[in-house]
C-alpha cells in the first residue's frame, strides 16, 4: 500500500447549477474516450467539488470524460436525475457518493444492467461493485472519540452534530463512535443527542445552537461532516460564552478550519486529502471499464501517483479499497494544507 500523499492545490471552484460537463483528451487512448458520471452529495459542498476535483484529474490522465451531475440538496431524491442522466448517455461508469443506502438502487441497477459500471465513493450505496473508502470505518469512528475524549479530559457531555440522518458514512462512523464509547476510559463522559444538520451550513448552524440551548452543561461536540464542523466553528468563534469553552472537533477541511484554529475556537480535527479519494475514484472505475478489475477481492489496479491499490473484504462482507489513515491537523500543521 501506498504512502499517503497530501496534494497542495489551489482554492476549489464551486460548481454552479446542476450539471457541470467537461472532456479531455490523454495521450494514451483515442481522443474520444469514454464518459464516466461522478454523482456527488451535491454540488455545493466544497468537500465534494474537491472530491470530484481529484476524479477530473484522474480522468484527464486516462483521456476519459467526467461529468459532474447533482442537485443542490444533501437527499438521495436530488441525485435521482443525475443517475438517469447516466443511463440515457450510456456512460461506461458513475462514481456516487450515496445520500442514502438503497434509495437510488433501483435506478443504478438500471444503470449496471445496461452496462454502466457503479462505484461508490466517500458515503456508500448497497447496489454497487465496489466501494472507494476514505480511510477505514472503524478507525474513523474510533478515532474521532478517542480525539475529542483527549481534549474533554475524558469527562462531561458531548453531542453530535452529523450530515443527513440517512447519510450511510455519518452513520457508520457514529456507530464505531458509541461502540468506542463503551470502553471503560470513557465512562464519565455522555453522549446526549444526535443532531442533523444536513451539510447545509444554516441548518447545521441551527443546531449548533440548538444543542447548546438543550444542555446549558454541553462541553464538547463532535462533528464528522466538513460542513457542520465549519459551521458549528463558525458560531462558536463570535460567541462571547461560549468560545474556548466548548471542545469541538471533527472532520474538517483545512482551508475553511485553519481560522478557528489560529483563534482557539478548534484545538485539533481530522481528514483525508478528499482530492486524493476523487482521484482514486477515477482511476477504479476506469479499470471496471477497461476489464482490468471486476471488484474481487485480492485484485490489485494502478491508480496513477497513488501507486497500487488491492480490493479487500469490507466489514460488510464486500469489497472495498482504502485510500488511506485520517489525518490529525492542530496548530502546528494547518497552514501547511490548502485544501
Given at each position: 500500500m501506498h504512502k499517503h500523499r497530501w496534494a497542495v492545490f489551489a482554492a476549489a471552484f464551486l460548481v454552479a447549477?446542476?450539471?457541470?460537463?467537461?472532456?479531455?483528451?490523454?495521450?494514451?487512448r483515442s481522443t474520444a474516450g469514454k464518459t464516466f458520471y461522478f454523482i456527488p452529495k451535491d454540488t455545493l459542498n466544497p468537500y465534494e467539488v474537491i472530491a470530484d476535483r481529484g476524479g477530473k484529474?484522474?480522468?484527464?490522465?486516462?483521456?476519459?470524460?467526467?461529468?459532474?451531475?447533482?442537485?443542490?440538496?444533501?437527499?438521495?431524491a436530488a441525485q435521482q436525475p443525475a443517475v438517469q442522466a447516466a443511463i440515457q448517455a450510456r456512460a461506461a461508469g458513475i462514481v456516487i457518493a450515496g445520500n442514502d443506502p438503497d434509495a437510488l438502487?433501483?435506478?443504478l441497477k438500471q444503470a449496471q444492467a445496461a452496462g454502466?459500471?457503479?462505484?461508490?465513493f466517500d458515503s456508500d450505496v448497497n447496489c454497487r461493485e465496489l466501494f472507494i473508502n476514505q480511510a477505514d470505518t472503524e478507525t474513523i469512528g474510533r478515532s474521532q472519540i478517542a480525539l475529542l475524549a483527549k481534549m474533554m479530559g475524558y469527562k462531561g457531555e458531548f453531542a453530535i452534530l452529523s450530515a443527513a440522518s440517512t447519510a450511510t458514512n455519518q452513520n457508520a462512523w457514529i456507530k464505531y463512535m458509541k461502540l468506542e464509547l463503551k470502553k471503560p476510559r470513557y465512562k464519565n463522559m455522555k453522549l446526549v443527542k444526535i443532531y442533523y444538520g444536513n451539510d447545509n451550513p444554516a441548518q447545521s448552524r441551527q443546531a449548533t445552537v440548538a444543542m447548546l440551548q438543550a444542555y446549558p452543561n454541553l462541553k464538547g461536540i463532535e462533528s464528522p461532516t466538513t460542513v457542520g464542523i465549519s459551521s458549528a466553528a463558525q458560531y462558536l468563534s463570535t460567541s462571547?460564552?461560549?468560545?474556548k469553552k466548548i471542545v469541538l472537533t471533527g472532520l474538517g477541511l483545512p482551508s475553511q478550519m485553519k481560522k478557528y484554529v489560529h483563534d482557539g475556537t478548534v484545538k485539533a480535527f481530522a481528514l483525508w486529502n478528499p482530492e486524493d479519494l476523487g482521484y482514486l475514484a477515477g482511476y477504479a472505475v476506469s479499470a471496471f471499464a477497461d476489464g482490468k478489475i471486476k471488484g474481487k477481492v485480492g485484485e490489485t489496479f494502478k491508480a496513477g501517483k497513488l501507486g497500487t491499490y488491492k480490493i479487500i473484504l469490507g466489514p460488510d462482507k464486500r469489497p472495498q479499497v482504502i485510500l488511506g489513515p485520517p489525518y490529525v491537523f492542530t496548530i502546528k500543521n494547518v497552514d501547511k494544507f490548502k485544501f
Open positions: 447549477g446542476a450539471v457541470v460537463a467537461a472532456s479531455f483528451a490523454g495521450p494514451s484529474l484522474a480522468l484527464t490522465e486516462l483521456g476519459d470524460k467526467q461529468v459532474v451531475q447533482s442537485g443542490t440538496e444533501d437527499t438521495a438502487c433501483p435506478a454502466t459500471h457503479v462505484i461508490a462571547k460564552k461560549y468560545k
